[in-house]
């Protein structure tokens, strides 16, 4: 019999906790939510994995300590714990650990950066070993906290004198619109108070901050730090999957640049920008039932892995965009987020009002009221305007969704 026999049974004893990070110097060089773990570790210039572990109720290791440095009975030899680090080719390299408790560190520098790696804790004598994690490293400086920071966008209005119509537009705080020229047929701020002359620094008219939420660009998740051609928060998102035990094609993207839709030439007069500097996320299809939908707590508490990582990057739940076109001139959009549309917008059938649902919300025309009118939406007042809800093709809004959204939403933004 073999020496090995008497290593004592420390298979699928060992688990580790997803709270892992690599730290440097009180940086973290690791994806997740490691920034605040990381600020109070000094690791010598080193890239040191930090990791916990459970064990499983067993009758002779009490710790992960245990686990690794406990001789087992009739076996002379001294236990020891590495780390294995597997890379996506395949190869793996051995590396030391100090445990301490139910804790584990391991200096990784010679780790590479951006390589996805499936690292676990054996025990060399037994060959038995924890169950696998994934990591992946940054470059020092560029670890990104998580979630995905959180952005609103603002809606105000501009007057044709011309056509003594009203327009609507849309804008993030820091790129706030430019002022009118002199003699432009718009006016996008208060007359009667500031007069006829504008100024960047007037409120625009009927300015509404936070019409409706969504990822600025400003986070350093929606460029590709790393070079590799894809955002760096499609390649976190992938990231997680993995961890949570899924697959995920390689370059998958779920967010697109926000370019307002909307008359390129009134945006122009407007000051304002169709460039959004924000982002959203793709609908999500329901293969069962084809219906759209944006994904909320439900899915995040689900087992589906790209849902689990979804909360991990971007935490909140999500609803739809609409977009609402006006009836006497289509040159006017109105965005609503789901929570506002679905409290006003109706269909009309043998001259009744009906609200639509997701069983026939495909097959009917759909409106709305605008400015809205919550407590009483379905009456039509004499400053409102009717709205049609219209779908992204319609209005020429860029989406990857090879099927139409069911009930014409255009994107998935941050619910708060």
Not at 394 to 399: H, Y
Request: proline letters at 5%.
């Amino acid at each position: 019999m073999s020496l090995s026999a008497f290593a004592g049974n420390r298979d699928n004893l060992v688990f580790v906790k997803q709270d892992y990070c690599v730290c440097n110097d009180g940086q973290a060089v690791s994806y997740g939510n490691c920034a605040s773990f990381c600020s109070t570790k000094n690791t010598n210039g080193l890239d040191t994995l930090f990791a916990n572990y459970m064990i499983r109720e067993n009758d002779k290791y009490q710790t992960v300590q245990d686990w690794c440095t406990k001789r087992s009975t009739w076996d002379f030899r001294n236990p020891k714990c590495v780390m294995t680090f597997k890379n996506e080719e395949g190869v793996t390299v051995e590396i030391g650990v100090d445990v301490l408790g139910n804790g584990v560190k391991a200096n990784v520098s010679s780790i590479p950066s951006d390589k996805i790696h499936i690292f676990s804790l054996v025990e060399k004598i037994s060959k038995a070993k924890s169950d696998a994690a994934q990591l992946v490293k940054v470059e020092t400086g560029i670890a990104i906290p998580l979630p995905v920071q959180v952005g609103s966008v603002t809606q105000f209005a501009c007057v044709s004198k011309s056509q003594n119509q009203k327009f609507h537009f849309y804008f993030s705080p820091n790129h706030a619109p430019d002022a009118q020229n002199a003699g432009s047929d718009f006016y996008c701020h208060d007359i009667a108070r500031y007069g006829e002359r504008d100024d960047a620094m007037y409120p625009r008219l009927e300015e509404k901050s936070g019409a409706f939420t969504a990822w600025p660009n400003t986070s350093p998740l929606f460029y590709d730090n790393n070079g590799n051609g894809i955002l760096d928060v499609n390649d976190m998102i992938r990231h997680f999957v993995k961890r949570f035990g899924g697959t995920i094609n390689l370059g998958t993207e779920f967010f697109s640049y926000l370019t307002l839709p909307g008359n390129d030439q009134h945006y122009q007069q407007s000051g304002a920008s169709k460039n959004s500097a924000t982002y959203t996320m793709f609908p999500f299809i329901d293969q069962t039932t084809f219906q759209s939908f944006c994904p909320d707590e439900s899915h995040y508490n689900s087992a589906a892995p790209l849902f689990r990582a979804l909360k991990e990057v971007i935490a909140y739940p999500t609803e739809g965009l609409y977009a609402g076109v006006r009836l006497d001139d289509q040159a006017d959009i109105i965005l609503l987020n789901e929570t506002e549309i679905k409290s006003v917008w109706f269909y009309v059938k043998n001259g009744q009002i009906k609200v639509p649902t997701d069983e026939n919300v495909s097959r009917v025309s759909v409106y709305f009221y605008y400015p809205l009118d919550k407590t009483d939406p379905y009456t039509k007042k004499p400053h409102q305007h009717a709205y049609q809800v219209k779908s992204a093709q319609e209005i020429g809004f860029a989406t990857n969704n090879t099927y139409p959204t069911h009930d014409r939403k255009l994107a998935c933004i941050p619910k708060i």
